[in-house]
């Protein structure tokens, strides 16, 4: 079955420290992932994708993923968090031809000042 | 700019009232999808459409109706909402190749 695991509903991390938000997949084809972010009241902002290639790749807003295909795994970094980044985050997978992305349940972000 | 819109942004209503949420998008995009969103549960897809005219259940389609008569608009309809259609709706639309969606900034439904 199709699925994105992101095992932790909620994380806090301390201003200035750094962050790693897990996501698993489970998918038959060769995967498209992504990460978006969400924002309080606000709709879901493409953070990065990886089709193929160099399995580090480089975002928005100073967030990087690495694509583990022998861990089914594309994690979420960011080296030093800022209090804007507060939100919600989504993992996601897709393909090419496929009518939908499958978006994991996500992971909450809250900052300690 | 680029973007997916919708309106309204909130909506409250009562039980079997018939309403449309209407999403429209500026970028000649082929697909278009509504996706509901709740606590938990993430973003599950109700309904899609790869072009004019072609529409296609999602995971979870009941209770929902959508048409594409038009490239840019894909409305979403609710014949007759119920308590548990309380929700957060987005539209996305995407271009070719399945390269990232691009979101609205979603309607928030009551269902009283």
């Known amino acids: 079955a199709q699925s994105v695991t992101q095992p932790d509903i909620h994380i806090t991390v301390s201003e200035g420290a750094s962050l790693e938000l897990r996501c698993n997949y489970s998918?038959?084809?060769?995967?498209?992932l992504f990460w978006y972010v969400q924002s309080p009241g606000q709709g879901l902002q493409l953070l990065l994708k990886?089709?193929?290639?160099?399995?580090l790749v480089q975002g928005i807003k100073g967030f990087e993923a690495e694509f583990k295909r022998s861990q089914s795994s594309f994690n979420l970094r960011k080296p030093s968090v800022h209090w804007s980044d507060a939100a919600e985050y989504f993992c996601?997978?897709?393909?090419?031809?496929?009518?939908?992305?499958?978006f994991g349940s996500g992971t909450r972000l809250s900052i300690r000042p | 700019e680029a973007q997916v819109t919708q309106n309204p942004r909130y909506l409250i209503t009562v039980t079997g009232k018939k309403l449309t949420v209407t999403c429209s998008q500026n970028?000649?995009?082929?697909?278009m999808s509504w996706y509901r969103q709740d606590p938990g549960l993430g973003l599950r897809q109700i309904y899609y459409?790869?072009?004019?005219?072609?529409?296609d259940k999602g995971d979870v389609p009941e209770g929902y109706k959508v048409s594409r008569k038009e490239k840019r608009n894909f409305p979403l309809i609710l014949e007759s909402p119920s308590p548990n259609q309380t929700s957060l709706y987005f539209c996305?639309?995407?271009?070719?190749?399945?390269?990232?969606?691009?979101f609205g900034s979603g309607t928030r439904l009551t269902v009283v």
């Open positions: 996305a639309s995407r271009g070719p190749n399945n390269y990232g969606y691009t």
């Open positions: 998918y038959g084809a060769t995967p498209y």
């Open positions: 990886y089709f193929s290639g160099d399995t």
């Open positions: 996601a997978v897709g393909a090419p031809s496929a009518s939908k992305i499958i």
């Open positions: 970028m000649n995009h082929e697909y």
């Open positions: 459409s790869m072009n004019v005219e072609v529409t």
